[in-house]
């Protein structure tokens, strides 16, 4: 029995206004941006703009007023300990300059003294740091302590024998101050040039004014330091300086060359200081200095770097974009994508880098997460991620 011409005309024309009703109901497909949990590194790091800077620097003055004739130093100019750097004629004494004068070498051996007893203390605690770096040796071969306490023993003796070589840097300066003081007093009674004398050896690392003229008491003549000798210094906000301990990895880059240069945390100082940032906005700083474990040739004195310390770093750690990451009222959610539609589900996250975070629970290596979800993803509706 044929169908009559009418009915089949209006059945396929039936069929396809159904076609076009279910077409125009159905949800779009979204676009998406995705992402895989992955495992692998991950480092918790803080950081900013630091500079390099000669570890042991000293600032050599006018020790008194006078006209000091023109410096013939330039930077990168190596000087020696007790070279004469410049020349000043002293303004005559009168009475009360005169015992001025005596009482600054007063001073001056007083501070010669302080300085010889800061070199012994300094040594005392280079002798105990060592002690403790040995017995932790013999320790760690035994299996006593892990491989870290005595790591951190040995960065600790490092320090202190740094700290030998800057409290015998500054006896020299303080002998040297107590001959300039000398001096002084001799070359303000005589009415002869007075010599200026560096106190240590180096290369010269600024000159503020290189033409004679006349200066006050304390004024900087030149700038003395050793170039070769570096560490790094990075001012961190005091929230972020606080969770920083001696010894962490430091990260370096932007230094001008390939690569990532490495090293450790040595002091954190224990003051902050104020800094108005580049919006305006006072923040509290704090100074972190570190050394490189290894310093390339170009680096020198006040380089801009950029500065990175780890406070935590895992070697095998499943994470995906923190840009992934949602509220769901008092805990952390993503959107999963399964078969093609995005499915919310609960994560626990741990720690978190600047650009990934640590998923401890609710996701496997592989998943494929929907990254920066906008209101537009719910749980079940259908997206595609799109090519990268």
Not at 26 to 52: K, N, W, Y
Not at 167 to 182: F, S
Not at 219 to 234: F, H, N, S, T, Y
Not at 324 to 353: C, D, K, M, T
Request: glycine share 10%.
């Amino acid at each position: 029995m044929r169908m009559p011409r009418r009915t089949l005309i209006w059945g396929i024309a039936g069929g396809l206004a159904a076609l076009l009703v279910w077409r125009a109901l159905r949800p779009d497909v979204i676009e998406v941006d995705a992402a895989t949990a992955t495992r692998g590194p991950l480092a918790v790091t803080v950081g900013d703009q630091g500079e390099t800077r000669a570890r042991h620097r000293h600032v050599v003055t006018a020790p008194s007023a006078g006209r000091v004739e023109r410096i013939d130093l330039e930077v990168g100019d190596r000087v020696t300990s007790g070279m004469v750097v410049a020349r000043l004629a002293p303004v005559p004494l009168d009475a009360r300059t005169r015992e001025q004068a005596r009482a600054a070498l007063g001073a001056a051996r007083d501070l010669e003294r302080v300085a010889a007893a800061t070199v012994g203390e300094a040594r005392a605690a280079l002798d105990q740091a060592r002690a403790d770096r040995q017995r932790a040796e013999r320790l760690l071969s035994g299996g006593g302590i892990a491989p870290a306490e005595a790591e951190r023993l040995a960065l600790i003796e490092r320090g202190r024998a740094d700290q030998v070589t800057a409290a015998e840097a500054r006896q020299r300066a303080a002998a040297h101050d107590v001959e300039a003081a000398r001096s002084l007093l001799e070359s303000g009674e005589s009415g002869r040039m007075i010599p200026v004398i560096c106190p240590l050896g180096g290369v010269v690392l600024g000159v503020p004014e290189e033409s004679a003229r006349t200066v006050a008491p304390g004024e900087p003549l030149l700038e003395v330091g050793d170039p070769r000798d570096l560490e790094v210094v990075v001012d961190l906000l005091s929230a972020d300086a606080v969770l920083v301990t001696v010894g962490a990895p430091m990260r370096v880059t932007g230094w001008g060359g390939a690569g990532t240069l490495t090293g450790r945390v040595t002091r954190v100082d224990p003051a902050g200081f104020t800094k108005v940032s580049a919006l305006g906005v006072e923040e509290q700083r704090v100074n972190v200095i570190g050394t490189l474990d290894s310093m390339p040739v170009p680096l020198g004195h006040r380089f801009r770097v950029v500065v990175r310390v780890v406070l935590w770093s895992g070697d095998s750690v499943l994470a995906v974009p923190s840009s992934a990451l949602f509220r769901r009222g008092e805990q952390w959610a993503v959107y999963r994508i399964e078969n093609g539609r995005a499915r919310e589900r609960p994560v626990q996250v741990g720690h978190e880098s600047a650009t990934d975070s640590e998923v401890l629970e609710g996701l496997s290596p592989g998943d494929v997460v929907v990254r920066h979800p906008s209101d537009r993803i719910r749980e079940g509706v259908r997206v595609r991620a799109s090519p990268p």
